[in-house]
């Protein structure tokens, strides 16, 4: 029988962080260098990168800032290919970086299409892609968790990013095609779907009284989530307590989907 540190200790793995410079990014970050990770920090603001990775050094794991555009072509590959020759083989990555590009969708430019499936979808399978690829030559085990969205699965009623929603569905079910492929090497990949939170994505939006009413009227619980309510589903997801799910998506949503 394992004891609880067992279950939920990283120690030894090496992460991959997406958007690790601001928002949720971050507590994944600490959640996952708390449980005794290494961690590889990506986004493009640098000295942000270099903040947390100082935070976390502190913690007693070792951070690396990884800085990277994941819309531009070759830098998921080179990401990858930088965290592993600081840290090592990456065995746990969190697919979390995203932009949610507004407007109407009879107006929505395809530049904004484009780039909200650029970082939202087509970055987390080209980072899974080659995360996989290693582990798989490797003969190792690994984790990918990818990060979605309530509205992976349901038009957006607060805001008009077409782009956005689209984006997510397809990274919902892309998650289910990897872990069909990549069980027989013991490669799990989940997603969590998170509700409202309060972060640089949403700040703008919730800076109108109206857009936070519609949103806390529609959450059953009546408020935004935290974020260290995200970070404790991503911990199951990536630790030895679920090597048995696959293909799966942890809803952290206060009751959004449930109506
Ligand atoms: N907040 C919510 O209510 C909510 C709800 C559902 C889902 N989500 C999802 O949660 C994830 C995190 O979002 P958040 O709320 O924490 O928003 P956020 O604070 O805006 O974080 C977005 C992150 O993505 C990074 N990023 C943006 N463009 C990038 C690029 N081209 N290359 C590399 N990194 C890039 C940003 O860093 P740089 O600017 O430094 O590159 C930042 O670290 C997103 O996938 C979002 O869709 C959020």
């Known amino acids: ?18 958007g690790a410079s ?17 961690v590889a920090l990506v986004a ?6 270099e903040e947390v990775a100082r935070e976390l050094r502190g913690a007693g794991v070792r951070a690396a800032a990884v800085p990277a555009d994941l819309a531009a072509d070759g830098d998921c590959a080179r990401a990858v290919a930088d965290a592993e020759s600081q840290l090592g083989t990456v065995s746990i990555l969190v697919n979390n970086a995203g932009v949610a590009p507004m407007s109407r969708a009879e107006k929505h430019a395809r530049e904004k299409w484009e780039s909200a499936l650029r970082l939202n979808l087509t970055s987390p399978f080209l980072l899974a892609q080659e995360v996989a690829r290693r582990l ?25 990013a077409i782009g956005y929603v689209a984006s997510k ?19 799990t990949v989940n997603a969590i779907a998170p509700g409202w939170f309060q972060t640089e994505m ?43 799910t696959t293909g799966t998506t942890v809803y952290v949503d206060g009751g959004w989907t449930s109506w």
Do not use: C
């Open 202 to 244: 949403t700040e703008h939006g919730f800076a109108e009284s109206a857009n936070v009413e519609k949103v806390l009227g529609r959450t059953p619980m009546g408020r935004l989530g935290e974020a260290h309510e995200l970070s404790t589903a991503l911990l199951y997801l990536v630790s030895p307590a679920s090597t048995f």
């Open 169 to 187: 569905a397809g990274l919902e079910n892309a998650t289910r095609q990897m872990a069909m492929e990549w069980a027989k090497h013991r490669i």
């Open 22 to 38: 601001s928002g949720l990014g971050v507590e994944f970050a600490r959640v996952l260098a708390a449980a005794g990770a290494d």
């Open 44 to 49: 493009r603001r640098r000295e942000r990168l």
């Open 1 to 18: 029988m394992s004891t609880i540190d067992d279950l939920f200790s990283l120690r030894g793995q090496v992460a991959l962080v997406t």
């Open 136 to 160: 798989i030559e490797a003969r190792k085990p690994g984790r990918v968790v990818n990060v979605t969205s309530v509205l992976a699965g349901r038009a957006n009623p607060v805001y008009n």
